[in-house]
């Protein structure tokens, strides 16, 4: 009995060291939050897909690059939240979990760029 309750408690530890580390947010929800000055927004996908349409006023930092982590810190403010979207999330999700384990507050966009088009949001292809 000890050695399970050790085990489901080591279990629950890592859960807990491990859990998310950025906060998800509905299409709605996250164009109120990239109105703020205070938001710093970045396309985490790859420059052809960038160039197809971005959210205004993104700032591409594709997360596939070895030196993505690099590059954020490179270009974004710690003292600012950052709104990161994709394609779907899932890269976004990845890339926001890296940035938060530096230091950064981040906000991903559940469903990507696909979410934000299919709620017929806003985007540019120049900039």
């Known amino acids: 009995m000890?050695?399970?309750l050790t085990l489901l408690l080591a279990t629950l530890g890592l859960n807990t060291a491990c859990s998310q580390t950025f906060e998800n947010?509905?299409?709605k929800e996250f164009a109120e939050l990239i109105a703020d000055?205070?938001?710093v927004i970045v396309d985490a996908r790859k420059a052809d897909e960038f160039a197809e349409g971005h959210i205004k006023g993104a700032i591409l930092i594709d997360q596939y690059q070895n030196d993505f982590v690099e590059q954020a810190q490179a270009?974004?403010?710690?003292?600012?939240t950052i709104?990161?979207?994709c394609r779907s999330g899932r890269r976004s999700a990845n890339a926001a979990g890296k940035?938060?384990?530096?230091?950064?507050k981040c906000?991903?966009?559940?469903?990507?760029?696909?979410a934000w088009k299919e709620a017929n949001m806003p985007v540019v292809k120049e900039e």
């Open 2 to 4: 000890k050695k399970i």
């Open 25 to 27: 947010m509905e299409v």
């Open 37 to 39: 000055s205070n938001v």
């Open 75 to 80: 270009k974004l403010p710690k003292d600012k």
């Open 83 to 85: 709104a990161i979207y």
């Open 99 to 104: 940035l938060a384990d530096v230091g950064y």
């Open 107 to 114: 906000v991903n966009l559940k469903g990507g760029i696909l």
